[in-house]
């Protein structure tokens, strides 16, 4: 049974830098990918980013591409999100989750996740 823990958020202003981190436990991760999600006050769960364990292809959504950075250390099952230029827009609950056995088509999906973690605020001021 995967486990996930995110740590890492915050309060920040805008413009700063932040990195989650989120560890995982339980089976091998090499058929799986990880991925950032995130969840801003009534609105639904939105994709972030995702990595695929075996090949480290990375995917982004249109909204931090150039800002955020995914990665991923192989010895310590952790996966870091490097967040830089915060915007107030990117205020949220994020979310780090496993997808086994995933496919391009379903890694920017929610539900086609397995497992997630308990999440980690990130609030940015203005």
């Known amino acids: 049974q995967v486990q996930l823990v995110e740590s890492g958020g915050g309060l920040v202003q805008a413009g700063a830098t932040l990195r989650l981190s989120c560890e995982g436990s339980g089976p091998p991760f090499s058929s799986y990918a990880m991925g950032w999600f995130r969840q801003a006050p009534g609105k639904e769960r939105e994709f972030v980013a995702a990595?695929?364990?075996?090949?480290?292809?990375?995917y982004y959504s249109d909204s931090v591409k150039g800002r955020f950075t995914i990665s991923k250390n192989n010895a310590k099952s952790t996966i870091y999100l490097q967040m830089n230029n915060l915007k107030p827009e990117d205020t949220a609950v994020y979310y780090c989750a496993a997808q086994r056995r995933p496919t391009v088509q379903a890694i920017r999906v929610p539900s086609e996740y397995d497992a997630w973690g308990q999440g980690t605020q990130v609030t940015v001021s203005s």
């Open positions: 990595i695929t364990w075996s090949t480290g292809t990375t």
